[in-house]
């Protein structure tokens, strides 16, 4: 039985339009949750229509209408998967006040291979998965591929007449760090410089942009790449406060309150531009200085 506690922020969501990209489960599905239940009007997407239709009834059941949610089924590299996204959210609802960006994915390389090692095509791959527009081969690759530039595009001419809000979902990976994976992490530091241009450049059109990064976040997001198994070892590993100083990996809901909270104009309309770390404390945490703090 899903259980979610009821947290209304404000009214400022009554009516309001919302796309959530990746809302078939984890971060977008609990979002899309936390929207719908604030009253807005939300458009769910990813490709898997079983999980979509679970988000829809999650969010029936949190006080949506039917008709106020809307799903596209699609694999959003696609191009003709962005334009069913905008195209239908305006025929549905008339507007659209606030995209949140938050489709992505991890690539880890299928034969080991790491840092440089890993070829040109697997970091073209990330970077089209976690930010860019269309690829070259048109979804057909082994490798997902979702788009933050070429949505957001689309986007803009309707966010700014509604002087919205776009929120993209990035990580603490985007830190400067040691990885060795780090084409994720390449395409995450994008994703901030992403919204910082945008930030900076949409404001004038009214349109608010900022980033919620967040660190480890308990969702399905490890077991797609790597397994149930590396999960759980993951999560024994990490939830100790050497790792994550609260104790804890995060839950959907710790990051969805803060997009909710950055797409609030009633509450946050100061903050542009900016990189949200929700990550329990993790990224305070830095080895030689916890080292050298015993003398
Ligand atoms: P999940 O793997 O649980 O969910 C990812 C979502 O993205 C799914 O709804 C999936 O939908 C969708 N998606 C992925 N690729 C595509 C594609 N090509 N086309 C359409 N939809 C796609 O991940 P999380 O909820 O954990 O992650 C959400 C965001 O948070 C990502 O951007 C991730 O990088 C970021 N993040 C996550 C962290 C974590 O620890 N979980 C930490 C830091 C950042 P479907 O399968 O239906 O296509």
Redesign the pocket.
């Known amino acids: 039985m899903y259980q979610a506690a009821t947290t209304v922020i404000s009214s400022f969501f009554n009516g309001k339009v919302v796309i959530v ?10 979002t899309a949750r936390r929207f719908a239940e604030n009253g807005a009007k939300v458009t769910i ?5 079983a ?2 239709q679970e988000t829809e009834k999650i969010c029936i059941r949190s006080g949506s209408k039917k008709g106020d949610i809307h799903i596209v ?6 191009k003709e ?1 962005q334009e069913s996204i905008i195209k239908e959210t305006i025929e549905n609802f008339g507007k659209l006040d606030v995209l949140v ?6 690539i880890p390389n299928m034969e080991g291979k790491r840092g440089i090692d890993i070829p040109d095509e697997e970091l073209r791959a990330v970077m089209d ?2 930010l860019f527009t269309c690829s070259s081969d048109n ?1 057909q690759s082994r490798l ?3 788009s933050m530039v070429s949505l957001t595009r689309l986007a803009v001419p309707h966010l700014e007449t509604t002087k919205g809000a776009i929120v993209n ?5 985007a830190q400067p760090h040691l990885s060795k994976d780090f084409y ?1 992490n390449i395409s ?1 530091a994008a ?1 901030d410089q992403l919204t910082t241009q945008l930030a900076g450049n949409l404001i004038l059109k009214g349109i608010r942009v900022n980033s ?14 790597a397994g149930e198994e590396v999960k759980q070892q993951l999560k024994a590993a990490w939830e100790t406060p050497d790792i994550i100083p609260i104790g804890r ?2 839950k ?1 809901e710790d ?1 969805a309150k803060v997009i909710l909270f950055l797409s609030d104009r009633s509450q946050s309309e100061f903050i542009i531009g900016q990189h949200i770390i929700v ?1 329990g404390g993790s990224s305070l945490l830095n080895n030689l200085m916890c080292a050298i703090s015993v003398f």
Do not use: Q
């Open positions: 990209t990746g809302s078939s489960v984890g971060i977008g599905r609990e997407t990813g490709r898997n229509i999980a979509l089924v699609g694999d959003l590299n696609l998967t960006n938050n489709a992505g994915a991890m998965n976690n979804g997902p591929n979702c979902v990035s990580s603490i990976a994720y995450k994703v919620v990064n967040p660190g480890a976040t308990s969702t399905e997001f490890v077991t797609r790449h990996m995060g959907v990051i990550d």
